[in-house]
């Protein structure tokens, strides 16, 4: 079975960081791009971030950019976010998805596989 389980949500102050995961399993990992988006309350879920399989380029939603970087760790199948200079704006679900192809694209609906969301809450 296709999953993908997030983690590493919490309570921050603003200026703080946080580092959230998201552990892959049932598919092999190197042919789907990983994605992060993330959904606050009221509004439609909205990409952050998301990196390609094959060559690792990153790419950011203009919000992000300079704060958050995401890396992966192929032996673990683990992806992490980690998010710097947190702001009260950046307070949402956090939800970890993938698409097959090693390509990623900056769109919701260009990713099948998603995990459960996880809360950041920014306080200022």
């Known amino acids: 079975e296709v999953q993908l389980q997030a983690s590493g949500g919490g309570l921050v102050q603003a200026g703080g960081s946080l580092r959230l995961s998201c552990a892959a399993s049932g598919f092999t990992f190197d042919d789907y791009a990983i994605g992060w988006f993330r959904q606050a309350p009221g509004k439609e879920r909205e990409p952050v971030i998301c990196?390609?399989?094959?060559?690792?380029?990153?790419y950011y939603a203009g919000s992000v950019k300079g704060r958050f970087t995401m890396s992966t760790d192929n032996a673990k199948k683990t992806v992490y976010l980690q998010m710097n200079s947190l702001e009260p704006e950046d307070t949402a679900s956090y939800y970890c998805?993938?698409?097959?192809?090693?390509?990623?694209?900056?769109?919701?609906?260009?990713?099948?596989?998603w995990g459960q969301g996880t809360q950041v809450t920014v306080s200022s």
């Open positions: 998805a993938a698409r097959a192809g090693r390509l990623c694209y900056l769109s919701r609906e260009a990713f099948g596989v």
């Open positions: 990196i390609n399989s094959d060559d690792g380029s990153t």
